[in-house]
């Protein structure tokens, strides 16, 4: 596709449940990042892949928190036994390779969560 | 660590007025890149405009420009003749190559636009 895909564009669960979000970057982009962003508020950086480094993980806020990248491409960002305070948009973006600081970063639309 | 401060929570500005927004950061390196994105109420990220940081030359898009002191570490964004659809909340970032290319946010400034 043309742009960074996220599915699904919105998502309402139970408190407890587990939730899949999935993001699909721009071909060619090895770079990915995972964002979660309150209402009305600043991106909160979650994790970071980059090739095939050892993603960052250094923004996940708990160990309820976790994200995969399978064959360079397709991610999915997983939240176990989901919190109220887990409500939220949550951005993917991506950009070209490590090397390429001037490239800026792509963003899909986000997949805004709501726990009940 | 590498940090990027937007000191304006919230703006407001007259239609077809001109409005500066404020961006500094903390690095030590003096390879970077700086970029203003631009979030509307659709949630899209749009970018706005970047800043090479070797480039003396300030960027400009149009409307936008910024005003880059690498001395003072400052990378405002300037908006002018603004208009209704320039409302929305606006990041500044900041990348590196020594930093494995990983991009840092500010925590963002709203924008409001005055009819």
């Known amino acids: 596709g043309a742009g960074v895909s996220q599915s699904p564009s919105n998502k309402v669960t139970e408190k407890g449940k587990d939730v899949e979000l999935r993001c699909d970057p721009i071909?060619?982009?090895?770079?990915l990042y995972w964002y979660r962003q309150s209402l009305g508020q600043g991106l909160e950086f979650l994790i970071y892949f980059q090739g095939n480094s050892a993603p960052d993980k250094s923004g996940l806020p708990s160990d309820r928190f976790s994200a995969e990248r399978t064959g360079g491409s397709v991610s999915t960002l997983t939240i176990q036994r989901t919190q109220q305070e887990d409500s939220a948009v949550y951005l993917c973006?991506?950009?070209?390779?490590?090397?390429?600081?001037?490239?800026?970063?792509?963003f899909g639309d986000g997949t805004r969560l709501s726990i009940l | 660590a590498q940090t990027v401060t937007q000191s304006q929570p919230e703006m407001s500005v007259q239609e077809a007025e001109t409005v500066t927004l404020s961006c500094t950061y903390d690095t030590s390196e003096s390879d970077y890149y700086l970029f203003w994105y631009k979030q509307p109420p659709s949630r899209q990220m749009i970018l706005v405009i970047r800043q090479e940081a070797y480039k003396q030359q300030n960027a400009t898009e149009n409307r936008f420009s910024v005003n880059f002191q690498k001395a003072a570490k400052s990378f405002s964004l300037k908006i002018s003749d603004s208009q209704l659809g320039d409302a929305a909340m606006y990041f500044c970032?900041?990348?590196?190559?020594?930093?494995?290319?990983?991009?840092?946010f500010g925590k963002g400034t709203r924008l409001h636009i005055l009819p």
């Open positions: 071909s060619g982009h090895t770079a």
């Open positions: 973006a991506s950009s070209l390779a490590q090397g390429s600081s001037n490239q800026p970063q792509h």
């Open positions: 970032a900041y990348r590196s190559p020594l930093r494995d290319d990983k991009i840092i």
